[in-house]
């Protein structure tokens, strides 16, 4: 693979991702972060919403597994995806159906790991 010269790099840092976002800043967030998921959500044939969403702080997993274990799992997901939300097009936040599709995603991405419990 070739060299990119520094205004191959500057470009591709400009680059215009999903949502108005550039690789430079995904970059940024990736570093502040951590981790950074991108949720994309086709509303129609020609419009595709683009959300980037943090990953999920303590205080934020534990308030969704509360509502959650309430029976409110719909205001957990909801929650998920307001306080997780870093950028890209707001629409997936405020619209209902592309929330929805962004909720249901973003939820079935956390690492629940397998745990076993035995009591003796």
Do not use: H
Not at 33 to 55: I, Q, R
């Amino acid at each position: 693979m070739a060299e990119q010269t520094k205004d191959q790099v500057k470009k591709n840092l400009e680059t215009l991702l999903g949502g108005g976002v550039t690789q430079a800043q995904l970059n940024e967030w990736k570093e502040k972060y951590g981790e950074v998921s991108v949720v994309k959500v086709t509303v129609s044939a020609t419009k595709e919403l683009t959300g980037y969403f943090k990953k999920p702080t303590r205080d934020i997993m534990a308030y969704c597994i509360n509502a959650a274990n309430n029976e409110k799992v719909y205001e957990a997901r909801e929650f998920l995806v307001t306080n997780t939300f870093i950028g890209g097009d707001k629409e997936i936040t405020t619209d209902y159906d592309a929330s929805l599709a962004a909720q249901i995603s973003l939820w079935r991405s956390i690492n629940f790991l397998k745990a076993e419990v035995t009591k003796y």
